[in-house]
């Protein structure tokens, strides 16, 4: 029976490797440029190490799920998967699945709660009948990314720093990042990687239109934006002064008709994405590895006064909803398009025009590009509850091999499915995901923000709220409570695992 498997795994292995890249240009890199991940060669870091004779005879890992994104199909792109001649990331799932089962003999038991998409409902069976109960039925809970920690901060996850089998240096898993949004550096209660889809599809990423670009600017050539990516010039300096440039008023009432550089909204986006990839860090940690605001400084003074120009003043900058801004940039008529990674999949559907992927731009030249996930993404966690030597063992390596296997087959499946894009340029954009996936750097305020009282809010009510440029205001009046607020939650934590 197990030769049976691995002939039909072998075969289906093959589904995801017709739509990938066979073979990345070897084009030598000017100097300056920036060195991604996807510009090397496969290394054996990409590899899991994973006994050959690992055999845990069958034994049950029990995974809990339940649908909350109408917009994305959890259970098909990063949970069960399917075998689909015309999704090639469902059958990329479904393999991984199939090849962990057969490599270490275990069953993946998925067990959904159904479609659920009122989030708090879900939040509530978890806090209720997972963690609180103690129910150890369960060895992997699927989660949303900023409630799965708000929960883990109230010790209702495992710490899993010191996971049997599971290797946090190797490549597929986003270490640096589950280190970052833990209250305390040493912990670890939440699990992303290459194992799950969304970690990629809520990456932040700016789209562009190359031939509105090469229009609006004649005699430039839109391979100059991609350059100033590699050459450290990616910078909001030089990225506001192109959107201030672009705007063409066509008389129609509708703002999405007019041509422009770039949008904004009247909402949280704009006033969380800008900030949390600018490159600048509002914490720091302390010796016991705890966070300390670090918000209300020079340079994030100057980053509030540069942003409330671009909302207010940067005539090529219009407010557009969401509905808007997609149709506008679907519609050929705004250079810039800021969301986040999933949005490729409907641009290669619908885009009549040349497109490409960018990271954002970062604050200054001594600053790095910097990327995040955004907060709606799926996370594992393990309940407290879940405990023994060897159910551990046997959920470590499950979970080292899903990983693994998911960067083997899931990621270049997803990868072709942003870019189904019929130019020349689809190398290079490839490339811009390698870099944003690369440059993946959180600030514990970002997830945790709610549990902060809000304090990643403190743009918005700072820019569009008192319609002010003064960040110093607005902590005057706001700081002592998102300061109090992380307080307690050091406390809490503190007793919680003392």
Avoid at 83 to 89: E, I, P, Y
Avoid at 210 to 217: A, C, H, I, T, V
Avoid at 364 to 383: N, R
Avoid at 466 to 482: A, C, F, M, P, V
Wanted: proline share 3%; aromatic share 12%.
């Amino acid at each position: 029976m197990k030769r049976v498997i691995c002939l039909i795994c072998a075969v289906l292995m093959l589904l995801p490797m017709l739509f990938a890249c066979k073979k990345k240009e070897e084009d030598e890199k000017p100097a300056n440029t920036v060195t991604t991940q996807s510009d090397v060669d496969e290394s054996p870091n990409d590899h899991d190490d994973l006994p050959d004779d690992l055999d845990f005879q069958g034994r049950s890992v029990k995974i809990f799920y339940g649908v909350y994104d109408p917009n994305f199909d959890c259970q098909a792109w990063e949970l069960e998967g399917t075998l689909s001649n015309s999704d090639v990331v469902a059958s990329s799932v479904y393999t991984r699945n199939l090849n962990v089962k057969s490599r270490l003999n275990v069953s993946l038991d998925f067990v959904s709660y159904g479609n659920v998409l009122v989030l708090k409902d879900y939040i509530k069976h978890i806090e209720n009948e997972i963690a609180l109960s103690g129910s150890s039925e369960y060895d992997l809970v699927y989660h949303r990314a900023s409630d799965s920690v708000a929960q883990a901060n109230k010790g209702y996850f495992r710490n899993i720093s010191d996971l049997p089998y599971a290797n946090w240096e190797k490549s597929y898993w986003f270490n640096n990042q589950m280190e970052s949004i833990s209250l305390n550096k040493s912990g670890k209660y939440v699990l992303l990687g290459d194992l799950l889809v969304s970690n990629y599809a809520n990456m932040t990423a700016m789209f562009f239109n190359r031939d509105l670009y090469e229009n609006q600017f004649q005699g430039k050539k839109s391979d100059e934006i991609y350059d100033m990516v590699r050459n450290n010039e990616w910078t909001w300096e030089n990225y506001f002064k192109i959107v201030a440039e672009v705007h063409e008023d066509t008389g129609s009432d509708n703002v999405a008709e007019n041509i422009y550089g770039a949008h904004w909204e009247n909402g949280t986006r704009t006033c969380f994405y800008y900030p949390f990839t600018s490159g600048l860090r509002f914490t720091t940690r302390n010796d016991e590895g705890f966070p300390v605001l670090n918000f209300n400084n020079q340079r994030n003074g100057a980053m509030v006064e540069d942003l409330y120009d671009f909302i207010n003043t940067n005539p090529g900058a219009a407010m557009m909803s969401y509905d808007e801004a997609a149709a506008s940039f679907l519609g050929g008529r705004m250079i810039f398009y800021s969301y986040f990674l999933s949005r490729g999949t409907d641009i290669s559907a619908n885009a009549q025009f040349r497109y490409g992927i960018l990271p954002f731009p970062k604050y200054d030249e001594s600053t790095d590009y910097t990327s995040i996930i955004l907060t709606g993404a799926g996370v594992f966690t393990i309940p407290l509850s879940v405990d023994g030597d060897s159910r551990m063992e046997c959920l470590g390596a499950t979970l080292e091999a899903m990983c693994s296997e998911s960067k083997k087959l899931i990621v270049p499946s997803y990868y072709e499915t942003v870019l189904k894009i019929k130019q020349a340029t689809a190398l290079e954009d490839r490339e811009m995901i390698g870099m944003i996936r690369d440059h993946l750097n959180f600030d514990v305020s970002f997830w945790m923000s709610s549990s902060m009282g809000g304090v990643a809010s403190v743009f918005q009510k700072t820019i569009l709220t008192n319609k002010t440029n003064s960040l110093s205001r607005t902590w005057r009046e706001l700081g002592s409570g998102y300061e109090s607020k992380l307080a307690t939650l050091i406390d809490n934590y503190k007793k919680t695992n003392s």
